[in-house]
């Protein structure tokens, strides 16, 4: 007979049981009251709110009063009166960064300075005297070199996290604290370089610090002996790479595989902000396999004095072969511009398709990959390299991160909080980081589309695609108060300013690409039209400074632009078409120009381009931005040689109103002294990555050739320069080496300098084709606006015209009439169609 277990229904006989406790909760009003302590110290994690709630400053008042009301209860505990000062620090630094101390309508943080100052001293001198609070000491001392940061006390601030960093040894404190000193020490020496600059520039504070203020600190003597700015650069860089070599080496030791991720993420990320691109490519691969991204790295360009950065892609691009036919057909400026012709395939933002893993990572190593994907886009993007090799398949891995829903969060992870995992004992601390937020990280990548994405050839230029989905993405983000979530609690007013500031110039960044696209396509009114959208977003948002230089560059390029079509239009022999008024009287229609105006826009415009690149690179020079600094010195130097070309002179010229004016001392220029600056500025733009590089060579071939000795290296040159830009796929500077290679071969190489054209005038054709009527996307963002308002359907005229006239001498020295006629007919009614364009767009 089985057991079977008995029940409270059994019938056999049991005990009757007692109740032991309440099967109710006790009233509210019977629960033990909390201890006051315990109260008041809760009070500011309850009470607390982000800077962008109304509430805020309210929070930060009655959060400090809790805190200084629980210092005055007797018989406080040691523990809880540390972590009373530890509070106090904490948020009055908050309040403080904030600037109501120096609001006068603010009263509750009059004293303010005083008391942070007072609460990290005791609760320094509590946690050394007790060995129980032992690990509060690492993160007071890092609040008094924050405190002494905020006053501009620089020297103190870098002697605090020093010594903080070698007080803090592991394993006398947990893994995590260690880390988090190093990162510390390293976070403020890269957002303060040279500490005494820095110092004296920050605004005076109150007195009464333990800290020099601003305004007592004695000025450095002009005559005293200092480090010059490039040696203090070199000396901060390596201490930097010595710190996050030493933290790397303490994670590896204690195999905390994350931590050492993160540190080859951060100095692949420095390598990149330092410009040191010929290391960027090693490390690129250590990071690559580190994160498990699936992509195999492909070999970068090294830094080489002769070539520059790209030089390893060229290897043969430096001989004197003759250039392979296969690059120069017209098919060959490739199927990536009949993609880009196809509606199907350009009307969305999707990337080329590509075979990618599929995302089975944590969130701290997505949130790495997408980091390290980003820096490697840019690296490619910059050097030069083939994108569907290098570009388009990381481009794509990035999308599927995105898309697959892992940076989709509402949590605290929604402000860039990340915690990484340094084992899998649930009772280790993690690491826990602040990176950048998932919603920067889309609308960055939006960006770093448009960017990648150098061919403005065909009917909708995925370039332009990107840069228009990503500003209503944007606003979208905004209008929702998007960046309110990218703020973490305990972040202050100033850091709610500058992640604004941080949305505000991404959103300036996709302006501009579409301006460039715009530019590139001869699409002059939305050009400037989004120019002026532009100029009055960066002067609404106080973000003018950041972007003078690349506006002003711009400007310049968009005057260059408007030039040459006026300058070529006019010496176009055409007749005037013959039309019919409202009483059907037949009339000549007067082209703008013709009685000598457009000469004398085209040279307003070329003294407006010069004065511009002149500008922009005095202001890139100033701002410490060399890349854009040569690139408009380049950009000035090509108009010199077009203009010299030309018989012309720029310097003549100046933005006057209606009238030439000429300039004092400019057009007489020493010959040689010149050409030596142009020689060291086309040395400078080799060492620049791929874009400027290929410039550089077309300015040195321009160059050799105005000089008249040197037509083999001229060859030589523009032959590295077809094959950087065709790598890349620049196809706008593409057409122009065409150009210029073809004319080398007119007398020499008919079939060949026949095929060069052929391939530029569909390039320059391009540059111009509008969507068809019967596949217009159903999605206004896919749209090129320019194509319909005030667009270009014509392409790049001034080169379909020069293209069409060489075309033409070929045939008629052949023998070809019909061809010939065909052909100069052809530019006669794009000269036609252009100078009607041109007429309505020019201001009554």
Known sequence: MSKRPLSPSSSSPTRKRQRTESGTPAPADQQPPLPPAVLLLSMPKLLIQPPSHPQHELSLCLSLLSLRKCLKISNLGVLDECRCHTGIAEIGLIALRGGYAEQEDSTWADGLLSDIEKAISQGLVLAQRHPSLYLYTPHLTFLSSQLAEQQGNMKFARAALSRLLNSTTYPRFPAHVVYAAHLDNITFLISNPTPTNAAMSRPSTPTGSPTKSPSKLRPVSPTKPRMDAKAQQDTNRRQILHIL????????????????????????????????????????????????????????????KENGPEAQSLTQAGTTAPLQKSALQPGAESTQSEKAADPKASGSAAVDAVEVPTVDVPYHLAMLQAHALILAIMFHVYSGSVPKDHITPRLARLHTLLDSGLFDTTDERSSGLVEL????????????????????????????????????????????????????????????????????????????????????????????????????????????????????????????????????????????????????LMHTNTDAPISKDRKGKKKQV?????????????????????????????????????????????????????????????????????????????????????????????????????????????????????????TL??????????????????????????????????????????????????????????????????????????????????????????????????HARNGEEVQTRKLRGMGEAVALAAKAKMKGQCPS
């Open 245 to 304: 070599g030493s933290l790397r080496s303490l994670a590896s030791a204690n195999a905390h595989t994350s931590v050492v991720t993160l540190c080859e993420v951060i100095k692949l990320r420095l390598l990149v902000r330092w410009g040191l691109w010929g290391e960027v490519s090693n490390m690129l691969k250590v990071v690559e396999e580190s994160l498990d991204i699936g992509i195999p790295a492909a070999t970068g360009p090294t830094e080489n």
């Open 713 to 810: 290296s001229a060859k030589t040159a523009l032959k590295t320069a077809l094959t950087l830009t065709t790598n890349s796929q620049e196809n706008y500077l593409r057409a122009l080496v065409l150009a210029m290679c073809s004319s080398h071969y007119l007398l020499t190489a008919e079939d060949h300098a026949r095929d060069m054209l052929e391939a530029c005038s569909n390039i320059a054709c391009g540059l111009g084709v509008g969507q068809k009527k019967s596949t217009q996307s159903q999605s206004q963002l896919s749209q090129d606006a320019s194509a319909t308002e005030g667009g270009n359907k014509l392409g790049n005229v001034p080169l379909r015209l020069w293209c069409g006239e060489r075309l033409a001498e070929v």
């Open 421 to 568: 995992p340094l084992s899998d004992d649930t009772n280790t601390r993690p690491l826990t980081l602040q990176l950048t937020p998932p919603s920067v990280i889309t609308s960055m990548t939006y960006l770093i589309s448009a960017v990648s994405r150098r061919d403005p050839v065909g009917r909708n230029p995925k370039r332009g695609v990107f840069a228009r989905e990503g500003l209503v993405h944007l606003e979208g983000e905004m209008s929702v108060g998007a960046v309110a979530q990218t703020i973490p609690i305990f972040a202050s007013r100033a850091e709610m300013r500058e992640a604004e500031a941080r949305m505000f110039k991404i959103q300036a960044d996709l302006m501009m690409e579409g301006i460039g696209l715009d530019i590139s396509r001869s699409s002059f009114v939305p050009a400037k039209r989004d120019m002026d959208a532009l100029i009055t977003h960066l002067r609404a948002h106080d973000i003018w400074e950041c972007y003078a230089a690349r506006i002003t560059l711009l400007q310049g390029y968009l005057a260059h632009a408007e030039a040459g079509w006026k300058y070529t």
């Open 590 to 710: 007067a082209f703008a120009g013709e009685d000598g105006n457009d000469l004398t826009e085209a040279r307003r415009q070329w003294g407006r381009a010069k004065d511009c690149y002149r500008v922009a690179a005095a202001v890139a020079q100033e701002s410490g931005d060399n890349w854009l600094c040569v690139a408009a010195k380049a950009a000035g130097l090509a108009l010199d040689l077009g203009l010299r070309a030309l018989g012309e002179h720029a310097e003549q010229w100046r933005i006057g109103e209606g009238e030439e004016q000429e300039a004092e001392g400019d057009n007489n220029i020493d010959e040689f002294e010149w050409m030596a600056e142009a020689a060291e500025l086309v040395k400078e733009c080799h060492g620049m990555g791929g874009t400027l590089g290929a410039v550089g060579r077309v300015l040195q071939a321009s160059l050799d050739v105005q000089d008249g000795t040197a």
